[in-house]
């Protein structure tokens, strides 16, 4: 059973660097065609999706968050993480990192979640 | 347009059935995926694909889509089913992931 565990500080002050990182467990973050993703969600709204990395390094990001967001893995401690810069009271949110999977036949689906770690951004 | 829809609200009473809708261009190329989320958890996934779920999760949720809405029943709804919902897709012209704005599901 994979399990995801995302870990990092929970306050951020304004204009500073958000950085988390996702433990992978269960199975190794190199094997299958996977791709380690982050997602959050500011208090009582929905799911936005942040970017994904796959295991060759290459990477996705939303484009209202692509100047600012880095994600990264390292496959030695089954780890990826995620750097958000210049960070404002609206980048409060809990963060999630899951496993996302999809192929040409039109699957698509985050099937694991972390329980998710609440980042607050305030001075 | 990479969006997806949703209705903010549905509510259903006891042991009927409740149709949660998705609506966007993305789902034309690939299914919609969905996640039931309850309050202070993570989401989970319910429905994925043409009509699949995942291990554990009851044969009284599916899932269908037909040009550009996906659909999620939930056939005999429970009080434990009451929970937000999300849809998810991949627009691939861009290649990235979309989520809907959510469906507060209220079990009457």
């Known amino acids: 059973q994979v399990q995801l565990q995302e870990s990092g500080p929970g306050l951020v002050k304004p204009s500073q660097t958000l950085s988390l990182t996702c433990t992978v467990s269960?199975?190794?973050?190199?094997?299958?065609?996977?791709?380690w993703s982050w997602i959050r969600q500011p208090a009582g709204k929905g799911l936005e999706w942040i970017g994904r990395?796959?295991?060759?390094?290459?990477?996705n990001y939303n484009p209202s968050l692509k100047s600012r967001v880095t994600i990264s893995v390292d496959t030695s401690k089954n780890q990826f993480s995620l750097k958000l810069t210049s960070v404002t009271a609206a980048d409060t949110a809990m963060y999630y990192c899951?496993?996302?999977?999809?192929?040409?036949?039109?699957?698509?689906?985050?099937?694991?979640w972390g329980q998710g770690t609440l980042v607050t951004v305030s001075s | 347009s990479s969006e997806l829809t949703q209705d903010t609200a549905v509510s259903v009473a006891l042991g009927l059935t409740v149709r949660i809708t998705c609506q966007g261009d993305?789902?034309?190329?690939?299914?919609a995926s969905w996640y039931q989320q309850k309050p202070g958890q993570a989401p989970v996934l319910v429905i994925y694909?043409?009509?699949n779920r995942p291990s554990g999760i009851p044969d009284r949720f599916s899932g269908s889509s037909s040009g550009n809405t996906a659909s999620l029943t939930i056939t005999g709804a429970q009080a434990v089913d009451e929970a937000d919902y999300y849809c998810?897709?991949?627009?691939?012209?861009?290649?990235?992931?979309?989520f809907g704005g959510g469906t507060k599901l209220t079990v009457l």
């Open positions: 899951a496993r996302y999977n999809y192929d040409s036949s039109g699957y698509q689906l985050f099937d694991y």
């Open positions: 694909g043409k009509d």
């Open positions: 990395i796959y295991t060759n390094g290459s990477t």
């Open positions: 998810n897709s991949r627009d691939s012209i861009n290649n990235h992931v979309v």
């Open positions: 993305s789902l034309r190329g690939y299914y």
């Open positions: 269960g199975g190794s973050i190199s094997s299958g065609s996977y791709y």
